[in-house]
T-cell receptor, first 115, second 116 residues
Framework: DAGVIQSPRHEVTEMGQEVTLRCKPI?????LFWYRQTMMRGLELLIY????????DSGMPEDRFSAKMPNASFSTLKIQPSEPRDSAVYFC?????????????FGSGTQLSVL | AQTVTQSQPEMSVQEAETVTLSCTYD???????LFWYKQPPSRQMILVIR??????QNATENRFSVNFQKAAKSFSLKISDSQLGDTAMYFC?????????????FGKGTKLSVKP
């Protein structure tokens, strides 16, 4: 298995632009998570999906952030409009009952820089 | 609210020696999971070891072992025979099963450098 695949690996954009981060979970995993990592706040859960349905989005910082999971093999995290304080590494992770829901497999992350 | 504290921002160890990374946590839950994740310069988060709170036996994975002290809410990671490839950030994490599933609470991390 290729693992959790995230794209792009790096994204540089200007303030006010729309940014879309993409994630392909491991095939067969039915839970998907978006995390954000910053120096100040460390790693934080933004949102998670179970069977493509958003279950908990309490970590989403504000309305500029939105996430979708149109099918079991794809999810997006969108920021519109982006701001410099959104600069961070964004991780996607997935899990399944077969491997234990508590065992998360992480992608390599997207390094976002908003200028 | 659950919290995870890693009191050592940075540590170093000589190759082939043993090092212990500290982690304490705070929770009122009785059933939970504890984890150590490794984040090398490649940035990917890699699960090193996992411990279920109801198990008294400490988890081990090859050169990695934990010292789980439930009453003290302590969960340290011991790396034996350190290798250059162990150089990475190490994060302690906590999760309560059920509820907000997948909500790993992470510590701030310890940067480990293994020196030749």
């Amino acid at each position: 298995d290729a693992g959790v695949i995230q794209s792009p690996r790096h994204e540089v954009t200007e303030m006010g632009q729309e940014v879309t981060l993409r994630c392909k979970p491991i095939s067969g995993h039915n839970s998907l998570f978006w995390y954000r990592q910053t120096m100040m706040r460390g790693l934080e859960l933004l949102i998670y999906f179970n069977n493509n349905v958003p279950i908990d989005d309490s970590g989403m910082p504000e309305d500029r952030f939105s996430a979708k999971m149109p099918n079991a093999s794809f999810s997006t995290l969108k920021i519109q409009p982006s701001e410099p304080r959104d600069s961070a590494v964004y991780f996607c992770a997935s899990s399944s009952p077969g491997t234990g829901y508590e065992k998360l497999f992480f992608g390599s992350g997207t390094q976002l820089s908003v200028l | 609210a659950q919290t995870v504290t890693q009191s050592q921002p940075e540590m170093s160890v000589q190759e082939a020696e043993t090092v212990t990374l500290s982690c304490t946590y705070d929770t009122s839950e009785s059933n939970y999971y504890l984890f150590w994740y490794k984040q090398p310069p490649s940035r990917q988060m890699i699960l090193v070891i996992r411990q279920e709170a109801y198990k008294q036996q400490n988890a081990t994975e090859n050169r990695f072992s934990v010292n789980f002290q439930k009453a003290a809410k302590s969960f340290s990671l011991k790396i034996s025979d350190s290798q250059l490839g162990d150089t990475a950030m190490y994060f302690c994490a906590f999760m309560v099963p059920g509820g907000s599933q997948g909500n790993l609470i992470f510590g701030k991390g310890t940067k480990l450098s293994v020196k030749p």
